[in-house]
């Protein structure tokens, strides 16, 4: 089978010089024999930048764009006229079945609000979301929602991030009940603005679903969950503050150890313990997010990232075209919605025969 | 100078045998002469704690009282009732000039709401914050607030947790005019929400004020401002996920090392060095966090720390005292606060004069 990625080649703070070595890069690592490309962009840029890049240019499509959407573009103004873009061509490309998936290190506002439009969400869902896997005391990791596709949420955005999340990791760590948990400024139920606190009630009246209740900041890197969920700016700024830490901390122990004649040496001693410490928590490894919740796949890379960091992100879209990641992922949410669905029927039942109006928070869902 | 600190000795996730000790390691340490203690709360549980710390026994007067507020009262039910609680009698005995300073590890809600009763806010500030320096790439520390008093912030209140910040930064570092950014999903003008586009508009037109603008969540650690605003909310999620990371690097290290002959041995040369940056990112040594403000010093506890970090809160208040801290920060505040008013009346008299609708953002202050 032809695998073919459709990749907005001007995305990102450095556009074609991070995205054309990442692709090629990509290429070189992957393991799938007939991979194409198709690159939206400014035509003459994308050349020039494949003459370095001969393994890419040989198996590319340039496709040009006179309107390029870039970081600076706001989401209403690439829907109202990026629909001919580098991103809205690339978005494209997958809708129309020219693609298996689309690849852009650009806008997240811009991107995400085209993909809603031109890619559709599932059934169900009414906005998607960015999860990620981090590397966490679980040793599977921990999946985190939202990072930044939703600025704000209501509580039936994060009960959807919930059941997305959930099904995301089922998939991704092959496990059958993942557990969740909601981030929160503390875990008594009492914490919190009313939002959380309404899809608290809203996530424990689901059956079979794992539902852990609040988690707290900490509780990430700690893996209590294999799912965390939030609204994307809580979700963004955490994430970007835990690169940060993590980067601080092993600074911070360097610089440390390089002080003394003793610890330079006990660091030379153990130099790839710390090498591959530095593996572990770069953040470059664990680039590439898909935009959970849409029809057809759409991957986010960071718009910092370098060509390693892209290449990653080529090779997230690339495994989940394999594993037939949206069919997977659709049918666990069905299962989920049709449980939480016959739940709320059940309550509403309950509540006709005996009715107390604080027995049925679902019914504002 | 005889220094009274008024106690909630029931406060925290562990109440009397953390507070206790605590206590008495704070007296223990300090170089203040003539320290005396209140401690509210249920009086025969202090009293048997008391027998273990002769120090504080000696100088302390225990108060019952019936009603207790702990981690699961919520802050209305503290405000209707619990004046005469643990907490609202410690208060009161500052707000009464029986005591200079009151520390708390309990309820944040609940303290916080019966502060802002109790003790009252200075000219032009509605609601108070929790600021933390933070141990960051900037050799001073970083500043960053609201860590939590505020779950749901205005643009209103952003703005004058940025002039808070900047006060306490001033007082603090012993710095003339210290640099404020506003936590954000991008640092793009474009980025993130109504709230903090609007208090981004009101904090660029104050003159003599350095305001950097919109800073991500990796400026924390990057050290990339003095100061660090944001809501409450995100402000909480994310100092626990940055002491989360920290941890967890730190643990990573130690485990990836411990992993290899020649890794401990280099370990074992290097270990000052380890020791040295634990104690760096500990966050015990950073506990002890003021309700930023108020007009009476209120010391804020972690409630999950132990006696050394219950201790340092107690520290926090005594040099808070020692230091005149509530006049430096509320004189800081008026002159800011006076630029803010001149150059919104030069606006809106320029606005007056030559009248256009966008020039005026700030009068929906």
Known sequence: MTFVLAIDAMGGDLGVSVVIP????????TQVKDLRFLLYGDAPTIQKALKDTPLLNACSEVIHT?????NYTKPAVAVRSGRKSNLGMAISAVAEGRAHAVISAGNTGAYMALSKIILKTLDGINRPAIPAVMPTTNPRGT????????????PTNLVQFALMGEAFAAKTFNIERPTVGLLNVGSEEVKGHAGVQEAFQMLRQITDFNFHGFVEGNDIMAGTTDVVVTDGFSGNVTLKAIEGTSRFVQRLLQESISSSWRGKLG???AKPAFDRIKQTTDARFYNGAVFLGLRHIAVKSHGGTDAIGFANAVNVA????????IDSVQSRLRLLQSQQQAKTDTINSESAANPEPDTAPESKN
């Open 66 to 70: 006179d309107v390029i959407v870039t």
């Open 22 to 29: 990442g692709a090629e890069l990509a290429l070189k690592k």
């Open 143 to 154: 999946i985190v929602l939202d990072l930044g596709a939703n600025i704000e949420c209501s």
């Open 267 to 269: 660091y030379l001693i």
């Open 318 to 325: 690339i495994n989940m075209v394999k594993n037939n990641f």
